[in-house]
């Protein structure tokens, strides 16, 4: 078995770890310092108020704008001997046939003697029937009373009687209450 010894020339590999002719910042520790000094220019220009001017100089005027004049209404004269028509209209709601309130009563509520009244908004057509799904307009402040609400509107499609303008049938949206009460 042999074993060699180190010769001089092995050792001196060993103990240099850097490369050769190294300078004496390297390029990242350059990038920071210019960094910085960057920031404190701009830190320095901001403190002496050198910067606003040059921005303010750059930026766009702020728009203006002008008052047109006002423009006269000019109303036509009705012609002589004729008052101005007006169109009776008269807000419809539930008509003949409508389900009856106890029959929607929620029994939950009903077990937790809950009482009282939510407004229901529907759009009703001439022929009475609904035109989209009703929606609370103001709550009775039960969740359950609500529901029942909701389904007694439902069920009235068709038993609504419609908003009529002039005497005829239209349609239109509007709001009704239901009151759920407990007898006595």
Same mark, same amino acid.
């Given at each position: 078995?042999?074993?060699? =010894?180190?010769?001089? =020339?092995?050792?001196?590999?060993?103990?240099?770890?850097?490369?050769?002719?190294?300078?004496?910042?390297?390029? &990242?520790?350059?990038?920071?310092? @210019?960094?910085?000094?960057?920031?404190?220019?701009?830190?320095?220009?901001?403190?002496?108020? @050198?910067? /606003?001017?040059?921005?303010?100089? *750059? *930026?766009?005027?702020? #728009? !203006?704008?002008?008052? #047109?004049? =006002?423009?006269?209404? %000019?109303?036509? /004269?009705?012609?002589?001997?004729? =008052?101005?028509?007006?169109?009776? &209209?008269?807000?419809?709601?539930?008509?003949?046939?409508?389900?009856? %309130?106890?029959? $929607? $009563?929620?029994?939950?509520?009903?077990?937790?003697?809950? !009482?009282?009244? *939510?407004?229901?908004?529907?759009?009703?057509?001439?022929? +009475?029937? @609904?035109?989209?799904?009703?929606?609370?307009? !103001?709550?009775?402040?039960? *969740?359950? #009373?609500?529901?029942?609400?909701?389904?007694?509107? &439902?069920?009235?499609?068709?038993? $609504?009687?419609?908003?009529?303008? +002039?005497?005829?049938?239209?349609?239109?949206?509007?709001?009704? &209450?239901?009151?759920? %009460?407990?007898?006595?």
């Amino acid at each position: 078995m042999a074993v060699t =010894a180190a010769t001089p =020339a092995s050792a001196g590999a060993l103990t240099h770890y850097g490369p050769p002719d190294s300078p004496l910042l390297s390029r &990242r520790a350059l990038a920071l310092g @210019l960094i910085a000094c960057l920031h404190v220019g701009l830190i320095w220009a901001f403190a002496n108020g @050198l910067l /606003p001017g040059i921005i303010k100089s *750059a *930026a766009p005027d702020p #728009l !203006q704008g002008t008052f #047109l004049p =006002a423009v006269p209404r %000019t109303t036509e /004269p009705l012609p002589h001997g004729s =008052a101005p028509t007006t169109v009776q &209209r008269v807000v419809g709601g539930p008509g003949r046939g409508f389900p009856n %309130t106890a029959d $929607y $009563y929620p029994a939950q509520a009903i077990r937790m003697n809950e !009482q009282g009244g *939510a407004s229901v908004s529907v759009c009703v057509n001439e022929a +009475g029937l @609904l035109t989209s799904a009703p929606a609370i307009a !103001q709550s009775s402040g039960s *969740a359950r #009373l609500d529901a029942g609400a909701l389904k007694l509107a &439902r069920a009235g499609s068709g038993h $609504y009687r419609p908003t009529t303008e +002039g005497g005829r049938p239209v349609s239109a949206c509007y709001a009704f &209450r239901i009151r759920f %009460t407990l007898p006595d």
